[in-house]
Structure formats: C-alpha cells, structure tokens
C-alpha cells in the first residue's frame, strides 16, 4: 500500500482499537479520524484442514489461497473448538464455548437454548452494517436467519431438532445436496452413506456447481454494497472439500495420483493404535471409506479428490478476491479466510472429522488480511482458538462486542505475531454418553473422555506431531499430566 493510500484507508478506520496492527506513528492520526469502518470479506470453506501449499503441503495446487496468505496474517496454529460443522461454527460465531452453548449435533439452533446470545454478524448489523450472507455460514438449515440485512434461509429444525419445520424453505437444490452430505455425518443409512462416499466429477469446469454460484453472487453483492452508506461484512462459505469431493477433471489431472502421500499413521480401516483409549478413535468413518476398507491405492485416489476440491475451492477464492482488487476495495475491506474444522484423510484409518480430538481434526487454516497491517505476509506460530474471531473482528471493525463472550482479541498478534501468547486452546466433542475435551498449550495436547473415566490421552506435540504414542501412563509426565488436567477443567460449561 503507498502512503496516500495508506493515509486514506487509516482515514476510513475508526477507534484505536481497530488501528492496533498498524505503525504507532499513524495511529493518533487515524484517532482523530471519525469517519468509516472497514468492510469484511469473509471466505469460509467446509472441512478443510490445512491442506494448503502456503502450510508446507508438497504437491497441491492452491495458487490462490497462498496468494492471500502473502497478503495476510497466516495463523499456523489456529484450532476449532468442535470437528463438527454446526458445533463449531455455533461457537466460532457466538463466542461461547460448545460446553456453553450446549450445541454437539448438525440439528440444533443455538438461539433455541440461548435467546440471549447475539451471533457475530447479528453485532455487527446492530452496529450498522450491511450484513450479507452467501452459502454455507451457519449450518444448513440452522441460520441465525435475523442476523443478515441481505440473504440467509429459514431455519428447517424445530426447537426440539427432531423434526424439520413444516414448509420451510430449503434454500434450493443445491443446499439440499449439502445437507444431504452433512446427514451422512449423523446418520448412516446406505443411501446417505453413497451420497457421501464417493467422488465426483463436475461436468466442464464446474460453473453449474454451487460453488462456483457462490463466488459469482459474492462477486455481485460486492459491486452492489461496495459504495453504499455503510460499510458490508460479506460472508461467502463454501461447501468444498466437504464430502463428496467435487471437482471438474482438469482438477484431478493436476495430480499424480501415484505421487499423493499417504499419512505415516495410514490404516485401512479406523485403528486404535496400542496405548490409546477406544474412544479416542471410534470405529466406523462417517464422510468417506464408510463402513468400508481403503487400500493405499484407492486411499490415494480418495485423497487426490480432495486435494481436487481443494483446488477448485482455492479457484473461487480467487475470483472472489480478484473482483475485490478490481473494485478497488481491498484499502478498505478486511479479508478473513478459515473454515469451521479440520479433517482425517487416512490418518489412524479415519476419513472424516466427527468424534476426533486428533490435532489433524481441529487444526484449521486461518488468515487474516488487514489493510496496511503491520503483519502482512508473516506467519504466526502461537497457538489460537476461533472463539477469539469474534472479538477480533469487533476490534478491528470498531464494533462493541457483548457482554458475556469467550475468547480474548488477536489484534496483538496482528501487530506482532511473536508477541507473548501463552492461552490454552479447547476443543470438544461428544460421541454417543461420551464426552471428549482436550487441551492444547505450547508443546502439549492432553485429551480425556467423561473426566477421565473413558480414558485419555498425552501428547508431546513438538517431539510427536503426528500424535503416535500416548504419554498419559508414563511415569515420566506425572507433573504435565497433573498441570494439563487441572487447566482442562477451566474450561466453562457442563462437564457431561
Ligand atoms: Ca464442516
């Protein structure tokens, strides 16, 4: 950014705490500038762990997204709070824990349980936003349906979540298709199970899939919002990689399918390893490989799909942002790019994220762009938990957030991304009368199911990233276990 653009976009940005990532020098001047806040593009994909060639992946194609991390914050070490996609985005976009809000399932609406919860975007419409949605942000069929001034759907599940509401609109064919993905998450019938597993190939260069209709209206509303009154947040949320993988031919011919690695923990069915509790790697897979063996071959063939549906993801990006540049709104418009959880592809047998406390099903890309920011195109290594975006976002956009929210605001690692950060990272998950917590500090993961009683598990993340041999019964990590257990149970919310 040159100066006199510099000193245009600071003159756009309200409230010193929205200034905290640039140079101090500017900041008394951008004080006393009264005038407007930012714009906010939001790129949510769906089920994609880091998968990317910015994070060191050898082999795949994602031009695009590596292009915007050098333009952003890359977080190396960001987490989900739930490997689920309702549970997570419920907490990534209200700020409460998923002990808090009560929410483990793709069925239930947060708002039912808790009316006194505001989302994230319900804020920053009250603050005076233009508040757009385009594709998957909430849940299918569980959208915050007031918390949009352009978009959103009404919601399909009833307060008990056992039955869809009666004429609810499903928001199109295909938003069905999505859902139907999603239920083979939770329910697996041989008919949900099939529209899952399996690979798919889009007809020409994909411009019928929802994916590529998604990037196209984010690209209109951007034209349409761009020179309005008030500033726009812009939420896109893709379905890609979500199951099935979906991509034209010419983003599986990309790869080799003999060069895709498999994961050094690759097994052919979901796998206990020796030393681990059951519950920690639950027996059936629920997106891919469901109910049936891989072999390595067609575990790599299962593999190149993804990667397939990560390029064709990273290609609507893209056009998303490309029309961002050519607007000439990226002076004036954060960029957010994150998804709502991670993802096993092969390792210890599994194809799916559901029931997993495994780094792989937690850990999630986040980047985030702030116009003239003082850690563009750097790398932060800390690690960090999306229940803090929400009042990142506040900060950055001047927006107040509630009172009551989690989290604590990332805007000292978007000034300086070796600052001092030693906060715990949470995730969750319940299984059947199970409960899953797990806690990540610098070095250490420790997860334990129902309070102990259904085991746990202890990891030296820096000498065992790939999460190998369980250190809970060690001897030798009495004191770590000691330490990690009682941080655990800082956690808020319910227990069982
Ligand atoms: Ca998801």
Same mark, same amino acid.
């Given at each position: ?76 070490r960001?987490y ?184 050094v923990d ?6 206990v390893p020796p030393g681990f509790p059951?519950?920690s790697v ?35 990006? %893209? !056009? &998303?942002?490309?029309?961002?540049? =050519? ?5 004036? $418009?954060?960029?957010? +790019?994150?998804?709502?959880?991670g993802?096993?592809?092969?390792e210890k ?7 997993s406390l495994f780094d792989v099903a937690v850990r ?12 563009? %195109? !750097? &790398?932060?290594?800390?690690n960090? =938990? ?5 009042? $990142?976002?506040?900060? +950055? ?27 715990p990272v949470?995730s ?8 899953g917590r797990s806690v990540l500090t610098e070095g250490w993961r420790y997860t334990q199911w ?5 085991g746990e598990v202890l990891f030296d993340e820096h000498a065992d990233p790939h999460e190998l041999k369980n250190l809970a019964n060690d001897?030798q990590h009495a004191?770590k276990l000691?330490e990690l257990r009682?941080l655990l ?8």
């Amino acid at each position: 950014m040159n100066p006199s653009t510099r000193r245009k976009f600071i003159g756009q940005m309200a409230g010193a705490a929205a200034v905290a990532a640039l140079p101090a020098a500017l900041r008394a001047q951008a004080d006393r500038a009264g005038a407007r806040r930012p714009n906010v593009l939001l790129l949510m994909a769906d089920d994609l762990r880091p998968e990317l060639h910015c994070h060191g992946v050898e082999g795949i194609r994602t031009p695009h997204i590596d292009a915007l991390a050098a333009r952003s914050l890359r977080f190396n070490r960001a987490y989900c709070q739930y490997p689920l996609c309702n549970p997570s985005r419920s907490s990534m976009f209200t700020g409460h824990y998923p002990t808090q809000t009560g929410v483990m399932d793709n069925r239930q609406w947060w708002g039912y349980r808790h009316p006194d919860y505001v989302s994230m975007f319900r804020r920053f419409r009250d603050a005076g936003y233009n508040t757009i949605t385009e594709g998957k942000i909430f849940h299918i069929g569980i959208d915050d349906t007031d918390a949009w001034t352009v978009g959103g759907a009404q919601r399909r599940y009833a307060p008990d979540a056992s039955e869809h509401i009666d004429g609810a609109a499903s928001g199109g064919a295909a938003v069905a298709a999505a859902a139907t993905a999603d239920a083979a998450t939770r329910t697996q019938t041989p008919e949900r199970a099939s529209g899952s597993d399996r690979i798919v190939v889009l007809e020409g260069d994909g411009e019928t899939y929802q994916d590529y209709g998604h990037a196209t209206r984010a690209i209109a509303r951007l034209k349409e919002y761009k020179d309005r009154d008030k500033p726009f947040l812009l939420a896109c949320g893709f379905t890609n990689p979500h199951s099935p993988p979906r991509a034209p031919q010419r983003s599986y011919d990309q790869y080799d399918v003999a060069k895709v690695p498999l994961p050094v923990d690759y097994a052919p069915r979901p796998t206990v390893p020796p030393g681990f509790p059951a519950l920690s790697v639950v027996p059936r897979n629920t997106d891919l490989f469901i109910g049936r063996d891989s072999t390595p071959e067609s575990a790599r063939e299962m593999k190149r799909a993804y990667w397939a549906a990560v390029s064709f993801l990273d290609e609507q990006v %893209g !056009r &998303v942002v490309q029309a961002l540049d =050519e607007l000439k709104l990226a002076d004036n $418009t954060i960029i957010v +790019l994150t998804t709502d959880h991670g993802y096993h592809l092969g390792e210890k047998g599994r194809w799916s994220k559901a029931y997993s406390l495994f780094d792989v099903a937690v850990r999630i890309p986040l980047m985030i762009s702030v116009p003239g920011g003082a850690a563009n %195109g !750097r &790398v932060c290594d800390r690690n960090v =938990e999306m229940i803090n975006l929400y009042r $990142t976002m506040c900060e +950055l956009c001047d927006v107040p957030p509630p009172d009551g929210i989690e989290g604590v605001s990332m805007t000292p690692l978007l000034h300086d991304p070796g600052a001092a950060w030693d906060r715990p990272v949470y995730s969750v998950v319940a299984y059947r009368d199970a409960l899953g917590r797990s806690v990540l500090t610098e070095g250490w993961r420790y997860t334990q199911w129902n309070e102990g009683e259904g085991g746990e598990v202890l990891f030296d993340e820096h000498a065992d990233p790939h999460e190998l041999k369980n250190l809970a019964n060690d001897p030798q990590h009495a004191g770590k276990l000691a330490e990690l257990r009682a941080l655990l149970n800082k956690l808020p919310g319910r227990t069982r």
